[in-house]
């Protein structure tokens, strides 16, 4: 250090302590077990303070507000006007004729009938309007839900061999699902699903896509499917050509519309109504060519007519009571976890705030109520969210007027589809997934964290290369890895004085700031547990063996203050008060004092109640590292 | 604010800042995705930093200093004394004449003939003497691990229908108890063992000692165990007096033996050599009385002469294959809790330090080996490393004194154990696991961590009332809950300025710190990551309308800045950035300004990397909340 900067810090010094000033370190106001317990158990359960609008009402006001908590229609219906009906039927509208083209993709994507799709855009949807608090979700059967739950059926029953029990175990995971959703909701464990990383999420919808995108493509370049009526190989060579034909030109035409669609905002709805657009033309040139006795592939039957009852087909008992109850719970979780991502995306633009725990349980009961109307598991599509929110929907009337078309289209129109080709189907099941592989995400992701990168990439090969189910466990292990990594090797930083300062931060970050001779500071950036107390014991002596054996080479004179910041020690545990400790202990075998800095309250209770602050010396616990560095090395300090 | 105290303020402010000096927040130096990945993986794997002296070595020093990692008896011998020696032949003798009757004891409670014991206590012993890094240990059978390896061996093999297979899958368990143990060690994951909190293993082990307790004390009390060689009521009656006379009466001894060695820490050899003394005297007393005709149970048969190979015992096929395996991951793993958690107390008592991971090296080896020489589990014991440690023992030695003690036991003396009445073996064990309830540590804990504490009762419940594998689920689980919990919720505080000071304090534990009109400081306690990032928006949202709530109704005006201090904020990923995003856009609705205090270097390189902090305006990125205090508000600061 240059003496000129030596004179301007002790001026500093002089200036910033006219009289060296020292605050006590406070103790906090004392709380009881309970009073501790209740408190904690209300930050985790209700962050959000959900009971705080029943505060000093009447009971009559409060069973009001009760059941308008249950169904906020008769909150918002209250204010509803014409003007805003006309938003929601346009926006209904437009995700309807969106809806069911992808629909019967999807329940085909699910092993299931045309019809088992229509019929989850029906049920479910009325339900969430009157429970759901997102005004912006488009409810329905979406793609990757879709394909984890035929892919984990599968691997129990064969849809081909066997479609009853198939579709039955489908009804029964949707119920678990259902009830899975609605208990993480009641018991207010919605939190779980954040456990699953944006960049997992990312990573897997991409492999979901792609895998998805292969398998339609599969069909519609014309594969076994599609063959199984027909065994002759000049015939099945001749429909190929124009399977292919119409698929490929179909995709191209929905690509092309989604392009313009990106392009230009305004033209949102092209994509929107491509796809209806698409299976009429496509319908009708088969009806008129007869191009199915050619060979190529048509729906062929789709019932007509409203939900059947399902309620006698659920799996109530026996061993596929418990496979139901698995499926359910990875399909649901997903499902779940896509729902309250949706919707809190379009609560952040729309700036109001919907509580993830009330979603879970309108999520859970119109699963519940679905698996009983032949429904299978709906949840929140992105795509047709993405829509609804664009043409200018206000509220989720928007989903009644959807699920109205959609019961018009099972009682009218249904016999129509008889004709519409299986490749389009594919085109337009292609087509919606392409939007789930978002590049520009991964890409951001890369820029901002790597490992949360490699969250993203193993999820999306796991699910490519592997399956869905291994996708999906790479993704919550990665996950999970992450948030230990946090917890087991917190963060050391040793602390120097910034120039003309009182102020202390990472020399490592500022290069600038100057240790003080004689004393170590270290700052510990986390809660002490047992998960890392030891880790964090040992590197501190590591640090201060490293820093010894600098200033031995240097012939510096030793470490006799070993100052901890403790600011970002949010809380500590018996191990951790152990490890200090412990920790004091070895530092008094080399004859250096351990200093701690600004403990917060819940540590400071601790240290009293573990009878370490007797042991450590009030004196030696400060409320600043510039009072510790003051009182402890005030010679060293203006040297 | 009294006058009073705003004008001390002002002064101290205008002496604080002759000219407000602004610090700039860093760039911290650059670092590349390679040189970041390798860091963090070194601090995970390797936070000992151990390559560390194999550094500027020529080869052939780098391979003897490997050499002498694996086997530390190369390091510590040469300098090997004959005064050394004295202490550790002392200290041999007196675990070894312990470990005899535990030994026998144990195995019986592993639901294996007692030579198994002995077995354990010979060959793992002196394997660690070569390859392990702590000198106080001792090593041999322990009775928790024998408790449930039996209890998980039962699931699967009946003990007493068929024993030559169960004695082949304790083998197969231990096997690969050594091989996941050893796999720990190598690959630098014995990290993972710090997920099991003290807290949980204090109640873990309490109730297992309960357990134990219980099951001696129902074969002490003269129960079915022993009267399998006989049926005559009357019989039954007749020795069942005399076990339990025997019993009651040595345990008195034993416990009385241990009390004195509790009172006067010097009379330690009391305890120690108590079991053996009631053996021979046992033993002695039923030889000349015959009592073992009137019905005492007695050992009867114990196989002389040295460990035979079990090579061929272990299951390295068929369906025992992968329940050994998962029998000896759930043992072994709690083996290494034990071993390591002794090895870090007496090497934090000695102010040595011992790495885990080439601990965990040395035990499995000395499993693996064990398994082929007809032992079964062992682990380091608690109560004979706390006599090998008073005993005076300064290395490893100790262990090869004690296992030569055995060795000469096994060879010569066995077939005198044929009259040791069983119930005196009870009374051992007894006596032994009393040591393990630790009523003390429970009620530090109680009084330190109301949660740890639950952790505590959980596992020991667990333990007593369903069984010891349910017990150590729980106790896993609520550690992990409690990590789970930690990430999920961190804490968020309000700060406010201490009175004479530019600190900025938590206000619920510093009630006379001010806030600063006009602005709203808030501290994020934790790394902002996809657990907790959206709970992290909204509590701070939350404490926003709070305050905005309270101001109102006071008739102040409004919030216009809000800074969040980001100095514990460690690290922040994809979800943290977005979290932040949201949080901007919400205020700039509000008319709030995001004002940012001293982001960590992680913190910055992200915020950049992701364009934030271009849309908050570099000009609201702080070092210190109170440089953004002066600059945000300075009329209100001042006023």
Known sequence: MSSRISIENAQWEAAAHPPPYIHKVGKPPKK???????????????????????????????????????????????????????????????????????????????????????????VPPLIYAFMGSSRDIAIGPVAVVSLLLATLLENEIDSKKNPHDYRR????????????QFALGFFRLGFLIDFLSHAAIVGFMAGAAVTIALQQLKSLLGVKNFTKNTDIVSVLRSWNVQTILIGISFLAFLLLAKYIGKKNKKLFWIPAIAPLISIIVSTFFVYITRADKKGVGIVRHINQGVNPSSVNEIFFA?????????????????????????????????????????????????????????????????????????AGCNTAVSNIVMSGVVLLTLELITPLFKYTPNAILASIVISAVAGLFDFQAALLIWKIDKFDFIACIGAFFGVVFISVEIGLLI????????????????????????????????????????????????????????????????????????????????????????????????????????????????????????????????????????????????????LTVADAVTICAPKNEEA
């Open 32 to 122: 009881n077990f309970v009073e501790e317990f209740t408190a904690t158990m209300r930050e985790t359960l209700f962050p959000d303070d959900p009971l705080r609008q029943f505060k000093d009402q009447p009971w009559s006001r409060k069973l009001f507000l009760g059941i308008q908590t249950v169904f906020p229609i008769l909150h918002w219906g209250r204010h509803y006007s014409l003007g805003m009906f006309k938003g929601d039927l346009i926006a209904g509208l437009t995700i309807a004729s969106l809806c069911i083209p992808q629909d019967i993709g999807y329940a085909k994507l699910a092993g299931l009938d045309p019809q088992y799709g229509l019929y989850s855009s029906f």
């Open 169 to 180: 175990l489908a009804f029964t995971a949707t119920f678990f699902a259902g009830i899975i």
């Open 318 to 390: 026996g061993s596929y009571l418990s496979k139901g109850f698995r499926i359910g719970l990875v399909a649901g979780m997903v499902a779940l976890t896509e729902a309250v991502a949706i919707g809190r995306t379009f609560a952040a633009m729309g700036d109001y705030s919907i509580d993830g725990n009330k979603e879970m349980i309108a999520l859970g009961t119109m699963n519940i109520i679905g698996s009983m109307t032949s429904c299978y598991i709906a949840t929140g599509s992105f795509s047709r969210s993405a829509v609804n929110f664009m």
């Open 475 to 622: 993704a919550v292990s990665i996950s999970f890895a992450k948030i230990l990594l946090q917890v087991m090797r917190p963060r050391t930083v040793v602390l120097g004085r910034l120039p003309r300062s009182t102020v202390y931060r990472n020399i490592s970050h500022y290069p600038e700031a100057a240790k003080v001779p004689g004393v170590l500071i270290v700052r510990v950036d986390s809660a002490i547990y047992f998960s890392n107390s030891n880790y964090i014991k040992e590197r501190i002596l590591r640090w201060l063996a490293d820093e010894e054996e600098h200033l031995k080479e240097n012939h510096q004179p030793g470490i006799q203050f070993l100052i901890v910041e403790m600011s970002p020690v949010t809380d500590i545990d018996t191990s951790g008060i152990q490890a200090l400790e412990e920790l004091h202990r070895s530092l008094e075998k080399r004859e250096v004092q351990l200093v701690l800095a600004n403990p917060g309250p819940v540590v400071i209770d601790k240290l009293h109640a573990s009878k370490l602050a007797d042991l450590l010396g009030e004196e030696h616990i400060f």
